[in-house]
């Protein structure tokens, strides 16, 4: 429980971890930057590759690949950040993002999707997937998936 005893000792809190709170930072950060420039193509994609560039080296040769499968099936799709994660949108709404194993000390990395993909299929489906490498057929799988969401 988050605030202090009538003794003013502190108690713990047990809310938001340091590393989400360093992501609604990040996010915040993002927002406030959007309004003051015309974010082109260009600019996404520098900080896109600014935050896979911090990556452990497995979440970074990862992230490396989504994007080029990204700019190479579904050039339509602009790259930006978003809660300081690689985030590729269309039309200014995200689609697909990937978020490292490390953003909150995971066990692996999630290669996810967002409400505007177009994956529906009945009444329930997949919208994240957990990824610890890029193979050939991991690949093939991910184009699909990207290729089905921009409908």
């Known amino acids: 429980m988050a605030g202090t005893t009538t003794a003013g000792k502190s108690k713990s809190y047990e809310g938001f971890s340091e590393d989400e709170r360093?992501?609604?930072k990040e996010?915040?950060?993002e927002l406030k930057k959007s309004p003051r420039k015309k974010a082109g193509a260009a600019d996404g994609e520098a900080d896109v590759l600014?935050?896979?560039a911090e990556?452990?080296?497995?979440?970074?040769?990862m992230a490396e690949r989504l994007h080029a499968i990204v700019?190479?099936?579904a050039p339509?799709?602009?790259p930006k950040?978003?809660?300081g994660m690689p985030a590729y949108a269309k039309d200014g709404k995200n689609i697909v993002f990937f978020k490292?194993?490390?953003k909150f000390k995971s066990r692996y990395a999630t290669l996810g999707f967002e409400e505007n993909a177009m994956l529906d299929d009945g009444a329930m489906w997949p919208t994240s997937f957990a990824l610890t490498e890029i193979t050939p057929d991991v690949e093939a799988a991910i184009v699909g998936l990207i290729k089905r969401a921009l409908g």
Request: net charge positive; aromatic share 8%.
């Open 81 to 83: 950040t978003w809660y």
């Open 27 to 29: 996010r915040a950060q």
């Open 22 to 24: 360093a992501a609604m």
């Open 50 to 52: 600014a935050k896979i």
């Open 76 to 78: 339509g799709l602009s």
């Open 100 to 102: 490292s194993a490390d």
């Open 71 to 73: 700019k190479e099936h």
């Open 55 to 61: 990556m452990p080296p497995a979440d970074k040769a």
